[in-house]
């Protein structure tokens, strides 16, 4: 299926068994990126059409869970929090991971949720689970507002947080966030197609992985746990740390760390996106 | 004339049954093979996908070696029953699929359309599924924006255009599904049997669109369909395929049609030949079932208030002679109720029915029953002993027809009738 791969002859598109393995076909996506924002835009649509509360739902998740978060993890099991107030401290660490988690889980269903419409038309299937990463990035900025209005409040207040120049290093942390997303939900996409297991395997390994990642702990609580080389290795780590330390002002994160989320992202994606256009071209046979 | 599309030996293979315990184990073993260089262990296995047969291998070819070749702006009809090998084939040319092995190469822009309205969202409004289906189709936002007006008129559901499509009955919901279809601009064209949507009159708009559209505009077009007539109207040449294998090179759609109802029927009559399911003495048994139209033609189909005439073809292998037979032949509705019964002792004709091989037929000057799908019955008594008895021994498809003659068409038995009025 390569592009002008025959443009001599006027042939411009060739349907053959296998294509060679290294091929990301980013340009084929670019093509067609109308489609992309019509995706976006009908996410968002039937998203608030006919909900009474709209948006608000958005608001309301993150708001019970952190203070479920504060009433068990805070008050009852008595984690610490660096000196920052409970609430604010779940908040932030949720309102990360909700969009990693998020992009995770949405784009790891992208061929069994779409079968209907991929048995039906072609088009480079990779711009289903761009557009779902792109519309869960509604739903990160009104939790991340939320967040805000929090910090707003305990800075007023006089508590200990310190919003510091890191902040600018946001737009980062969420390419970061949305790029593990994404290349962890490609690659269970494509194992979904076959392997139904996967499915079930999801949901629990995506709680497991949030408690591999500092979102109900501080990195700092942990440095005499034998788990510590877990939670180091996971690539949401320095992401979580690093969102906290520009916001909150209490966080462990070096450049390195940086460079680590950075390189798996890019290894999750390229792998992620390989495998990915493989099944797309006979998925349609084992769904 | 320069090709826009070259086919060459396409071979699907399809692994038969549930996907899942030992498909793991196949896998590994066909990457074990296929990493050192030697053929996949499977193919060598594959069947042709004949269905009447039952399966030996779990693997079977659903299209094998298939090859031919399109020039730019000829209509080509696909022509083949189910099972034949057609949507795989469309799947692997619109890439939904890919193929096991071959290779096809297209030269320009390739949209299929395997149905009307693929990714409509009930939330969204008629403009914007129009943007996103058109997107899907593989349209760009700026080609949609030119065409809007032409879609909303050609749909003909302008006074609901932003209001949701949930709300559209299904009637303006296909037409603006196919109003979208209609419209796209490439210069090959995919097409399954999505003319088979929509009241009549809408029919008829469809089918004229896409004449135009291959006639004028010199599009290329692949028109899958069962549709006779369609193709009839619509392609030039075409191709029958038949267990997954090209039955009838490309050519002359007519001839192509009589090639695909002529091996239909012979596969018919080798049907009840062998069929268990007959009671009586058997000494005369029913072997097929023909239909023929005014001018003698065998067709698959009869046309309600037309000449038909029902054949059915029996074998006395003993050649025993009787003077006291009795034949009846009878449509009956697929709910069970018997429509017409065509018996001769109802017109005092006797049948001697001593040949090895023949056929009787029932002649009937105005077919007077509507549209639809039947079935016939055949029963035979000789002496008033039940010689042989099949139920369903044929369907019988009637096309709805003229038969009053002014154009209206009616469901039910049709009689001719007058009126009056004091």
Known sequence: MAENADSTQGWNLKIQPTSSFFELRLKELWAYRDLLFLFVRRDFISTYKQTLLGPLWFFIQPLLSSITFTFVFGKIAGIPTDGIPQILFYLTGLTCWNYFSECLTRTSSTFTTNSSIFGKVYFPRMVVPVSNVISNLFRFIIQFSLMLVFLGYYMFTGANVHPGPLILLTPVFLILMAGLGLGTGILVSSFTTKYRDFTFLLSFGVQLLMYTTPVIYPLSAMKNSSYKWLIDLNPMTPVIEGFRLAYLGAGEFTINDLLYSTISMFVLLIVGLLIFNKVEKTFMDTV | ????????????????????????????????????????????????????????????????????????????????????????????????????????????????????????????????????????????????????????????????????????????????????????????????????????????????????????????????????????????????????????????????????????????????????????????????????????????????????????????????????????????????????????????????????????????????????????????????????????????????????????????????HTWEEN
């Open chain 2, 1 to 416: 004339m320069s090709k826009a599309i070259e086919v060459h030996n396409i071979s699907k293979l399809y692994r038969l049954g549930a996907i899942g315990t030992g498909s793991l184990v196949h896998d590994l073993n066909r990457w074990w093979k296929t990493m050192r260089g030697q053929e996949d262990p499977y193919q060598l296995v594959g069947q042709v996908n004949d269905r009447s047969q039952k399966a030996t291998s779990p693997y079977v070819w659903a299209l094998k070696d298939i090859s031919f070749s399109v020039n730019e702006g000829e209509v080509i009809g696909i022509i083949g029953k189910n099972g034949a090998g057609k949507s795989t084939l469309l799947k692997i040319l619109s890439r939904i699929t890919s193929p096991s092995q071959g290779e096809i190469r297209i030269k320009g822009r390739i949209a299929s359309l395997l149905e009307v309205g693929t990714g409509f969202h009930p939330e969204l409004s008629g403009r914007e599924n129009i943007f996103l289906n058109g997107a899907i189709l593989g349209m760009r936002k700026k080609e949609i924006k030119a065409k809007l007006d032409e879609i909303i008129d050609f749909s003909g559901v302008e006074r609901y255009i932003d209001t949701p499509v949930k709300r559209y009955s299904s009637g303006m919901y296909v037409r603006l599904a196919f109003g979208v279809a209609a419209h796209l601009d490439p210069e090959i064209l995919v097409i399954d049997e999505v003319l088979a949507v929509g009241d009549a009159e809408f029919q008829k708009k469809c089918i004229g669109k896409m004449q135009d559209v291959s006639r004028s505009e010199g599009r290329t077009v692949l028109f899958v369909s069962h549709n006779m007539a369609a193709v009839k109207s619509l392609c030039t040449q075409s191709i029958v395929l038949k267990n997954g294998m090209v039955d009838f090179e490309k050519g002359d759609t007519e001839l192509a049609i009589q090639h695909y109802i002529r091996a239909e029927i012979s596969a018919s009559k080798i049907l009840l030949r062998n069929r268990k399911d007959r009671s009586g003495r058997g000494r005369i048994q029913f072997t097929a079932v023909e239909y023929l139209n005014g001018a003698g033609e065998i067709v698959p189909s009869l046309i309600s208030g037309e000449k038909a005439e029902i054949r059915a073809y029996y074998q006395n292998p003993e050649q025993f002679e009787s003077i006291n037979n009795k034949i009846e032949v009878s449509i009956t509705h697929p709910e069970g109720i018997i429509l017409i019964q065509f018996n001769n002792f109802l017109k005092n004709f006797s049948l001697k029915l001593n040949h090895k091989e023949g056929y009787v037929s029932v002649h009937i000057d105005r077919l007077p029953i509507s549209g639809g799908q039947y079935f016939i019955n055949l029963l035979v008594f000789s002496n008033d002993l039940l010689e042989d008895w099949v139920i369903h021994a044929g369907s019988l498809l009637v096309e709805e027809g003229d038969y009053y003659g002014y154009g209206v068409s009616s469901t039910g038995i049709k009689a001719e």
